[in-house]
């Protein structure tokens, strides 16, 4: 094995340099007589590279795995050529072109030129009208067919590239592969133009031929007409035979190679699965011969022959598929049952997936591709859109059908615990007032989801009246989707694990090393920058500017180890990211502002957890204080307005904490985290309202 290694490396070593001398060998032909001997070895081995040619297209299992058939389809025909001007120069000059010609053209016709030249005739017409002609239409289609389906495919490995399904590697050698099929389909439409070429080439060949060695036997060799014909007749069909019938081979090879679109294996062993694989088809068709041979007048023994050939492979075959189904469910039963012994099966029961979505099973629809849905990538492109917004890359969404759910139900889990859930109506549109409703419409009331807005189910026929009437239209997957991205970006912090975290230091530590060595191990752990990269996250902040979170870190960490306290140093520090995302469409901030009493209020809460280490607020204070700021959250609101509370520095993170739970979207900044250039205006002041 390894001396052929050996050899088939140094031949392959040697390529280029054969591949050079055999073409110029090949145009030598043309102009160099050649003696009888050396032909007739030029003719076997034209013979034998057709048949070889034919066998590798039979054994291979894609178009692709012998791409260079065009190509040598261009060197074998002119290949031949060259051995029909080499022919025809020794039969008028010399009348004697070599043993092989002449066994054509005495013992495979049997002497008789005319049953010759008519079989002859018969191969180039099988090869120009039926193989060529197929051959050369199918390589044409399939040449259209790729080149228009490429955007698709395209597509198709860009959609599979997203998703994490390939890696960029894989990614490009499928890009490659279409263009490589494209071109080769391109490449073979053209070269199904040589072998038609070949096929005229060897009717006018053999014309010639007979008329010109009907003139020099007649007249140079003073032959009768008689003679001249049965000799030189009778070489030039041997000669047309030689010739031919490797033509005919390599043209079936060309047929098969360009007709092996679908198949999964060699040409033998699609024949022997596809054509019998059906013992029942089989067994019918056996059953036909056996009528057929029961009819007087036709010939019994072959068809009860056939009939009995396929009654025994039909057999062979239901036995075989039988004994293969056994053994399938044999190795299945035996598998499971030591997969259910193994420890590993029991670690799987007891892991929870980080995201699961479980749907009941009138939502199947949504999710299954095949019957249109695309809930699945809307939920990568979720995935993307928080990857660029917070700088979080989430685990993938694990999405089960669930039957103790009702049907159209559906719940949003995150590390095995629901987090959300809602009911969605197939055929129907949700139809929500955005404040612009000149009157109402008639539905199903229900809850928005995400937000909790009052909303009604509308059916498909009336989406266009509620949009006319000022309504909001939204179909179901949209809404599922909408609250799954509000699920996840609202826990989003939860994913940023110490495992994350090592991953997104070493990708910092390729590009700025110097502050990864000055931050990490000493003086902060993973777990403490974990907490730092988690409290961002849930206030919004997103953490892709991770070389500046670090900077800052390893500037504060000296001072003090305190999570909290770096988290706001840090803050300070994306200030022009946090202010560019908080502005409006003219660049302004527009926020409200903390009465001094509110003020005062914070501060001593403050100045208390520092002394005890405890944040609250008696319950009448903390009850006005929420009072007073829902009230100015929802003026900003109906303004149309993003509420946001700016803050001193000291009260920020204390003020954040003492409102979370009541108000858990509002964002609160300081006014250390506010950019210089940004124009700041107060739409209000947040007050202690009355919470009676």
Known sequence: MDKQSTFVSRLAQASDLIAVLGILFIVIMLIIPLSPLVLDLLLAV???????????????????????????????????????????????????????????GSFVVGGNPIVGFIIFIILVVIQFVVITKGAERVAEVAARFTLDAMPGKQMSIDADLNAGLITDQQARERRRNIEREADFYGAMDGASKFVKGDAIAGIVITIINILGGLLIGIVQKNMDFSKALNVYTLFTVGDGLVSQIPALLISTAMGILVTRAASESNLGHDLTKQLFSQPKVLYIAAGLLVVLGLIPGLPTIPFLLIAASLGGIGYLTSRTAKEETAQLAEKETAAELQQAETPERVLGMVQVDPIELEIGYSLIPYVDQEQGGDLLDRITLIRKQIALELGVVLPMVRIRDNLQLQPNQYSIKIKGVEIGSGELMPHHYLAMDSGAATRPVEGIATIEPAFGLPAQWIKDVDREDAEMAGYTTVDPPSVLATHLTEILRSHAS?????????????????????????????????????????NLVREGVSIRNLVEICERLADFAPLSKDTDYLTEMVRQGLGRQITKSLTDEKGRLQVLTLSPEVEQIIREAVNEEQATGSLALPPDEWQNLITG?????????????????????QIRLAFRKLVKHAIPRLTVISYNEIDPTVQVQAIGMVKLGNAS
């Open 46 to 104: 034209n013979i034998s590279l057709a048949v070889l040619i034919l066998l590798l297209t039979m054994n291979v299992s894609r178009s692709l795995d012998f791409a260079i058939f065009p190509s040598l389809l261009l060197v074998m025909t002119l290949f031949r050529l060259a051995l029909n001007v080499s022919s025809t120069r020794l039969i008028l000059l010399d009348g004697n072109p070599g043993e092989i010609i002449k066994a054509f």
């Open 629 to 649: 700021l829902g009230q100015e959250v929802e003026n900003a609101a109906g303004k149309g307005l993003l509420p946001i509370v700016l803050t001193s520095p």
């Open 494 to 534: 939860e994913f940023i694990g110490r495992q994350e975290v090592k991953n997104l230091i070493a990708s910092v530590k390729e590009t700025a090393p110097a502050v990864v060595e000055e931050l990490t191990p000493d003086p902060l752990s993973l777990g403490d920058i974990q907490k730092v990269l988690q």
